[in-house]
């Protein structure tokens, strides 16, 4: 992956700072006669947006997409998608202070190192508003997915200590911390709470799942699709480890507890355990696709911290202002968004390599 | 990442089945000028080799690698560097059972769902023995890393249960399991034993750290190092997990626990404590980069297993034949090559974003 | 080069149709620390713009830019430079007509063949209207070229039989057609109004020079400079043909006629013959980079042509309307463009490979 | 085109020096299933093969080719198709007196400007014997194009003044300059031979056609087919230019005379005029395909050239040694080559955005 740009045929690109005019997003490759409103784009845009509950942060982001091409008569045309989001509730003056000082846990000091350059406001390009960018992306690629039959959604594991027990998807939408466990939502919320009082943050795990993949998507060796997926999921700012299936529970066992048995139930071939979440040896076995991604506690505290100026004399800061206590909630729809570019990806590549498609173009 | 290249500056290709008459890589973009004898690539094939060890594979694959074109006078030339090994002790006969029947565990089906295609002989392309052109190809990236100053070493943190309490660098080649704690070491060459005994096998954690890397490599905001480094390790076959600095036992913490305090050091800005990985924002931070991946047990066991046939038959089968009980410890050298390799493209690209660097070319 | 994205590691992707809301251009990879007003962009817009002259299409578009991220405090920051260019006068209106018909020479059944779609306003993705962001894409490697020496222009050659003798480069600006022979711009201007006013186009030849290229651009063996440029320029809408140096003209010389003799001129290595357009084996000489294109008459004529409508029925179309009758004149920025974002990515492509760079990283 | 690796998703990556162990060429991305005996591979390494006729190099190039992988039963496994080519008279003492000395039109001075490396040895990486590997590579995409119904072919249009008048595709493999008309055959291989009597050499007019092409192939804006085309071509060593259908004639016409008529034939859309050649907005018409390359003649000519000693003293060389006086005749078979790889990459791509191939792998 490069830049910012992520896929081979189904290309996202994200461009924008949280406190420049605008940021967005474009799509290229996508495949044309594909129904595209925008309204999708928009709904996820919303799942992401802050201020909605007492456990996100209180900015107001709008977030009001804006389709520039790519669409006509409500149907993609195979041409690139540009999405554009302005920014609009970005108050640049809150982050003076920030400006000679570097935040740990924060990408201050390795942006200005990488490109010798100091952009402030908020995190510039790091900036978690960037990761809106990534829900629009994703928003197509899941109505790309959605033509093949093929569903992702996330929901929030563990907050801190706290684990589901229990998995009810109709729970996840109906509670603040997107926990498919209706009691467990509650403990969570409460903790994220209480840690924010004592101005501190909560990290937390987030699990993606894709149902009715078909088996044969991925790439190996480096393309495969469980490589794509955990670049793609560490590639979100506040994500420090990625899983599928069992993953560091498969550490533990031995080969006879770790292996899928594999059976025939309604004429196909299944592997119902699945412990391997979904893929073998890189490629979907047709199982539901499953990962995992460590989320770290937001770095913005309010407890006093060690750090550095520009100048490299020491100081103590304490971050104010309108930070998310716990990023897991609003990582879901991002997650969701990065294993649906992934896939959308591999569908198209998969499509690619079966010489049975050539029929189809031959001159009749 | 596509197909079986990796990399976007240095650009790595694999090639090759663990039975057919060779395996390769190709690396292209590697600087001029480095000194290459060739011997730094055996020496690194050697590490990965089987039959050393009681608890490794004792098939006898030599490994001996060729050197086809990029040198010139024992340095590179800019230009593609291929390296081919033979495959010499490949039985394929002793793969003929298996070429009706989908092994669980292994890329069997999954490669046949893809590719509509079965090469039954050792798994074909989804072989572990691939790994061994990814070592070669490591080894001329750990040459480019070196003139970095930059150094790449894996150690095997646990084996099941059994995990490393203390750190001793130099432990590390001298026990079979290449883990850091001696007394542990022993304790895993136990374990690892024992199940073989039973027909069964055994996962385990491995550790890779890169010393000496510069702050600024990564490529937000796909191209992350963290990103890429999770791509590239979780492209290893038995790999199902990856996690940076504190990973997953990120998800535990407050944020105040989690975030590095910024201190001056010798006059520079360091973050000992860490916990990051050395790695904020998908860049490096001038600490230590540390990953680990979640290795699971090696699939091939003696165990009897449910099954299906091509056919879509039930069976049962039991995998006799010479495999590792483990892989971690012929893992090491695997995971240390991809997060050299990954180093090497971002090294590469740091030194292509620096506008000081363009005074070097100006017409004198 | 894939879809919409063209460059390595300067990386210019390009969205946008002629009727939809806004055309526009994402630059990624551009190095930081650079100074970028806006101006610059804005200026090279107003120089493809059409409406100027009386031998260009009379639409009036505005072309206004605004830029979207990527810059702070006027210096590129290293991160995603977007830019987007609103449709002003777009009148779709105009185009009902030729909804059920494909235009001669125009891309309508191609795009129709390969999307299944027919976006009939004004060519969609594939009108001229496009290159105003690579325009503004060029505009942004130009500046980046400027910072290492190198200079990019254009000027017409020839006009159908018509070509230019002398060579004044103060002259370009000076006249309609962009010639830098100014009595042969008189002939070129008098030649397409003449056609013009039989309802006809015409066609011609543009030069592309690059001056204070330093020797080393080019990255061998498929991403050669003359390649990269040969596919750049190509990738315009009505270039039918690039060559370099002498181009077609050397098929017919002798070696001993072609090859430049190599001298050596205040202390420098030259070829001052300049035969082979400053491209040796794929890589730069030094000397001046020169490529030429082949660009076809505007396919939008006023004669009755032949063709058919969707439902394959004959019919005849004569296209009216607001249509340049000439597009080499504002191709000559266009060609600037692309050639100035190829060389940009091919200088950051030299940076990266030099081993020597290394040291600055090390940490000290 | 990044360095040594062309194409998205049918890529070829070649290696090699004309003096060093060996050259060859990984393709990777190739359908599975398609069948691949090796003796497509050799018959087209025997066309390319220099030492067969009077007019070309008598160097004995066996240019046996070895398949190391991708290959299983006599079908392409869908994993990288290693070939390897041995360098077998390589006669590298030849080349010690040019250690020190650039030779005019050739590489020598470029490459070292680059890689501050000199590779003496017969142009290294530069030398025309890079292009076996392509030409192997070539015959595996053409097997590729062949299962869709696709042919490429080239011949020789002009030697220096002397052109084709007739074409009669049987002609082209019975004459040693692979000539369409038997006659000007003749008078073309007479002034080559009289070149070469003089110490010179010849350039010329090659031509290339894609016969059975769908229409729809093609990725705008920087993917067209074209542009690729064009790349492609200007990448191999010679080549000055490359020009489509009517190519540079184009710039001399109006848009009426070039403009072809679309007409109804046998059902279908047709465009018989063809002056496009077979592309339109950078996506296939259904039309023959057909590009035509300017080659330079060979730069290695017997008579005293000016140039310089590394150490920028003046000195004469006159070039010895076994070289084509005119390198057309052997370009035939690489120019076909490279539009094979080039449309089997678009095939390939075409395949992937064709939503309605997502019902194929829907779970039923």
Redesign the interface.
Known sequence: ??????G??F?V?????SH?????A?I??C????ELKGVEIQDELDRRRPGQTDISSPRREMDQC???????RG?T??????I?IRNMDSNSKAYDALEEV?R????D???E?????R?H?G????SGR?TAARVAAGAVAKV?LR???INVFAHTL?I??VCAREFDREQIDLNPVRCADARAAVKMAKAILK?QEK???????VEVVAV?A???????????L??????????I?AV?????????????????????????EK???R?PSNR??G????????EDIIARI????????G?P????TRK???TTIKITGRHDPCICPRIVPVAEAMVACVLADH?????????D??D?????
Do not use: W
Not at 214 to 224: A, C, M, N, T, Y
Not at 279 to 286: A, Q, V, W
């Open positions: 992956m490069r830049g910012s740009t992520i081979t045929l290309r690109t994200t461009f924008g700072e420049g005019p605008a940021i967005g474009v290229d490759g495949p044309p006669g594909i804006e389709l520039l091409s790519g669409v006509f149907k045309t195979g041409t690139p998608i540009a554009v570097y740990p846990g924060h990408a000091y390795t942006y190192a990488r490109y010798g350059i952009d406001r995190g510039g390009r790091s960037e790309v033509a093949a039959g563990c801190g200590e840690a101005g501190d943050s909560m990290g937390g795990i009715g078909p088996p044969g998507l991925g790439d190996p060796v480096f393309g495969k469980d490589a794509d997926i955990a670049g793609a999921l560490m590639s700012g420090k480890g990625v899983e599928i299936g069992l993953g560091f529970g498969a550490a533990g066992l031995k080969g006879s507890e770790m292996n899928d048995p594999i059976i025939r004429g196909r071939i592997m391997a979440g893929i073998l040896g890189g490629i979907s076995t047709g460590a989320v770290k506690p937001t770095p913005s505290v407890k911290q060690k750090t550095l490299k004399s020491s569908l198209l590549r998969l499509c690619a390599i079966r010489p498609h050539f189809n173009f031959r001159a009749k």
